[in-house]
């Protein structure tokens, strides 16, 4: 179903362990599994107004962007800032067997959840073997 996600990934895991955590906001972490006949993806993106997220598909490519604002007043002196601001993005290669046309997603307590439908024509189905001598097979559903 999800045929691979960011490649570039492990460098930016590893850029960040050597020039800092601010030398390019983390990469959104995720979970992907098919439930039934969905498959879903959760990312974790805590902080983020759900005004910021923006989503699109194009030829199979699910894009997704998000934004995360430094959360003090402008003019504020910083004493600590941990926590990634900036843009983050993550790109994922759908396959050709789920339904782009009907993807639902929603934003509750920090994670964006995605459900793609299977698409019709990728779930298994029966084939119904007539008997007899006209030796006819029927599709069935």
Known sequence: ????????????????????????????????????DDFVVHFDLPGVDPETIDLDVERNVLNVRAERRLP????????????????????????????TERIDASYDAGVLTLRIPVAEQAKPRRIHITGGDSGRKQISR
Do not use: C, H, K
């Open 1 to 36: 179903m999800l045929m691979r996600t960011d490649p570039f990934r492990e460098f930016d895991r590893l850029t960040q362990q050597v020039f800092g955590s601010n030398a390019r906001p983390a990469a959104m972490a995720m979970d992907a599994y098919r439930s039934g």
């Open 72 to 99: 003090a007043p402008e003019g504020a002196e910083m004493i600590v800032a941990e926590r990634p601001t900036g843009s983050f993005t993550r790109q994922l290669f759908l396959g050709d067997t789920l339904d």
